[in-house]
């Protein structure tokens, strides 16, 4: 297959190594390092751990959405990220031997993210690497905490820095990331106020769409009346048996029936129940039996069924709790207490935002629209078409993987159940932190995981092939976020 199609920055020295060398273990939950020469390994961005096991100069944690300032530096140790605690490893699969190359053809020089992960460099490449990740950690927690501070965001600043990945600790992500979802107003003066706002909405929501019929039947038989100057001059007390409407009586198959509809939204109650009970697992956040991991299980619980009966288009379907993780994890997580007493109601506005940019994906009548999930995933397709001709023809026409195998939940659950969590969140600050929404860009990272396997892709068979997709391995979320920016073509 002629390599024409394959983009010159490819072949490019960046990727080349002077050879096999001891390997090196890697400190970080991804234990995947690039296999580069010094110069390489110059250009590429943190792992997802590195900055919280870093002692560096830092920022204070007192600056964040609820309007405090954010110096830029202060001597000490860096303020490490709440921990993400496992109790298992999640969609890590056992990885095959590593090779040394991964060359994108013939005369490419190109390397694997997974095999680059398995060959590591020297130990001082490694040192070096490490030291140069945390200057940039440093540097660019220090900017970001620099625009936060300002009175009017600069949000092109921000999204570029963000987009690079946003260093852990400081509660600097919960704060971007309402930024970059538009529920923070660019105009600092305006945060408590919008929150407060905001807060009480969502509370309102929640005592008129979490009561079920025997509650509101009670709420009115509390009811008085008043007159014009407020006394009292009735109570209505309980309701004969002759004034209970047809739509309030509990047997009522009326489309107005409050019980007719509370049995409906039963059965979605129930999937989402089941659907959170199920969520990360392997993080005690989320999941357990103590009272932390119930409280937020429940308050995922509330979100979603506020959201389904607020969209009865939509309502809820199976993975939106998946998207929904990350969101209330890093609001939870503010170092803020105010903020994060409040993360409930900070998160449901801000996975209504993200979700406006994905919802025709849960449609089912859209499926085959041109808003559809399949429409995405034709051009996913097609743009890996564009950029590697060769790997699309053997995967689509020689060992006939369909996309939709492997996309359809790369793309509905926006990644997070290929990575673990904390490279999830990674990837999440530079899928925000596009200014056209994050469709695009989150094709760009699809096609560039592609790519990066494309040599056991190609030697691979159907079996393998999906198995390998589906099971996406360990990788270097620093290079595969600069291989996917490189893929900056527009899609046709």
Same mark, same amino acid.
Request: hydrophobic letters at 35%; a negative charge.
């Given at each position: 297959?002629?390599?024409?199609?394959?983009?010159?920055?490819?072949?490019?020295?960046?990727?080349?190594? =002077?050879?096999?060398?001891?390997?090196?273990?890697? =400190?970080?939950?991804?234990?995947?390092?690039?296999?580069?020469?010094?110069?390489?390994?110059?250009?590429?961005?943190?792992?997802?751990?590195?900055?919280?096991?870093?002692?560096?100069?830092?920022?204070?944690?007192?600056?964040?959405?609820?309007?405090?300032?954010?110096?830029?530096?202060?001597?000490?140790?860096?303020?490490?990220?709440?921990?993400?605690? $496992?109790?298992?490893?999640?969609?890590?699969?056992?990885?095959?031997?590593?090779?040394?190359?991964?060359?994108?053809?013939?005369?490419?020089?190109?390397?694997?993210?997974?095999?680059?992960?398995?060959?590591?460099?020297?130990?001082?490449?490694?040192?070096?690497?490490?030291?140069?990740?945390?200057?940039?950690?440093?540097?660019?927690?220090?900017?970001?905490?620099?625009?936060?501070?300002?009175?009017?965001?600069?949000?092109?600043?921000?999204?570029?820095?963000?987009?690079?990945?946003?260093?852990?600790?400081?509660?600097?992500?919960?704060?971007?990331?309402?930024?970059?979802?538009?529920?923070?107003?660019?105009?600092?003066?305006?945060?408590?106020?919008?929150?407060?706002?905001? $807060?009480?909405?969502?509370?309102?929501?929640?005592?008129?769409?979490?009561?079920?019929?025997?509650?509101?039947?009670?709420?009115?038989?509390?009811?008085?009346?008043?007159?014009?100057?407020?006394?009292?001059?009735?109570? +209505?007390?309980?309701?004969?048996?002759?004034?209970?409407?047809?739509?309030?009586?509990?047997?009522?198959?009326?489309?107005?029936?409050?019980?007719?509809?509370?049995?409906?939204?039963?059965?979605?109650?129930?999937?989402?129940?089941?659907?959170?009970?199920?969520?990360?697992?392997?993080?005690?956040?989320?999941?357990?039996?103590?009272?932390?991991?119930?409280?937020?299980?429940?308050?995922? $619980?509330?979100?979603?069924?506020?959201?389904?009966?607020?969209? =009865?288009?939509?309502?809820?379907?199976?993975?939106?709790?998946?998207?929904?993780?990350?969101?209330?994890?890093?609001?939870?997580?503010?170092?803020?207490?105010?903020?994060?007493?409040?993360?409930?109601?900070?998160?449901?506005?801000?996975?209504?935002?993200?979700?406006?940019?994905?919802?025709?994906?849960?449609?089912?009548?859209?499926?085959?629209?041109?808003?559809?999930?399949?429409?995405?995933?034709?051009?996913?397709?097609?743009?890996? +078409?564009?950029?590697?001709?060769?790997?699309?023809?053997?995967?689509?026409?020689?060992?006939?993987?369909?996309?939709?195998?492997?996309?359809?939940?790369?793309?509905?659950?926006?990644?997070?159940?290929?990575?673990?969590?904390?490279?999830?969140?990674?990837?999440?600050?530079?899928?925000?932190?596009?200014?056209?929404?994050?469709?695009?860009?989150?094709?760009?990272?699809?096609?560039?995981?592609?790519?990066?396997?494309?040599?056991?892709?190609?030697?691979?068979?159907?079996?393998?092939?999906?198995?390998?997709?589906?099971?996406? =391995?360990?990788?270097?979320?620093?290079?595969?976020?600069?291989?996917?920016?490189?893929?900056?073509?527009?899609?046709?």
């Amino acid at each position: 297959m002629v390599n024409k199609r394959v983009p010159d920055w490819l072949n490019s020295s960046l990727w080349s190594s =002077p050879g096999p060398q001891p390997s090196v273990q890697s =400190p970080s939950p991804t234990p995947a390092t690039l296999n580069d020469d010094d110069d390489a390994t110059n250009r590429s961005t943190r792992s997802a751990t590195k900055s919280s096991t870093a002692t560096v100069n830092s920022v204070k944690a007192g600056g964040s959405a609820s309007g405090g300032e954010f110096p830029v530096e202060r001597t000490g140790p860096m303020p490490s990220a709440p921990a993400v605690i $496992r109790a298992e490893n999640r969609h890590v699969p056992t990885r095959a031997k590593a090779e040394t190359r991964d060359p994108l053809s013939s005369s490419s020089n190109y390397h694997s993210d997974e095999e680059n992960g398995s060959s590591a460099g020297s130990t001082t490449s490694a040192s070096a690497a490490a030291a140069i990740s945390s200057a940039e950690d440093i540097s660019r927690q220090a900017q970001l905490c620099q625009e936060l501070s300002r009175k009017i965001i600069n949000m092109g600043e921000v999204r570029r820095l963000a987009s690079q990945g946003i260093p852990d600790g400081a509660g600097i992500r919960a704060t971007v990331w309402k930024l970059l979802l538009g529920y923070l107003p660019t105009e600092k003066a305006l945060w408590p106020t919008e929150l407060a706002k905001k $807060r009480s909405q969502y509370k309102h929501f929640k005592e008129e769409l979490l009561m079920n019929p025997s509650e509101i039947t009670r709420k009115l038989e509390k009811s008085v009346i008043l007159d014009d100057e407020g006394t009292v001059i009735a109570d +209505k007390g309980e309701l004969p048996r002759s004034e209970i409407t047809q739509g309030e009586h509990p047997l009522s198959l009326g489309k107005n029936s409050i019980w007719n509809q509370f049995f409906q939204d039963t059965e979605i109650i129930e999937q989402i129940d089941r659907d959170v009970k199920r969520t990360h697992p392997d993080l005690h956040f989320f999941s357990g039996d103590t009272p932390f991991a119930k409280s937020n299980q429940d308050s995922l $619980r509330n979100i979603l069924i506020v959201f389904a009966k607020l969209n =009865p288009g939509i309502r809820y379907v199976q993975g939106m709790n998946e998207i929904l993780a990350p969101l209330f994890y890093v609001f939870r997580n503010d170092p803020n207490e105010e903020n994060a007493a409040s993360a409930e109601a900070d998160t449901f506005f801000c996975f209504v935002e993200l979700l406006s940019g994905f919802r025709d994906h849960f449609c089912q009548q859209l499926d085959n629209s041109v808003v559809g999930i399949r429409s995405t995933i034709t051009k996913l397709s097609q743009f890996l +078409k564009e950029h590697d001709e060769e790997l699309w023809r053997h995967l689509e026409m020689t060992t006939k993987v369909n996309p939709q195998f492997y996309a359809f939940r790369w793309i509905t659950l926006l990644l997070t159940q290929e990575f673990n969590f904390p490279d999830s969140l990674l990837i999440w600050d530079t899928l925000l932190s596009d200014p056209e929404g994050p469709l695009e860009t989150l094709l760009r990272v699809c096609c560039a995981m592609l790519i990066i396997v494309r040599r056991r892709l190609l030697a691979g068979d159907f079996t393998s092939n999906l198995k390998l997709l589906q099971n996406y =391995p360990s990788t270097n979320i620093s290079h595969l976020l600069y291989v996917a920016n490189k893929l900056r073509a527009k899609l046709g």
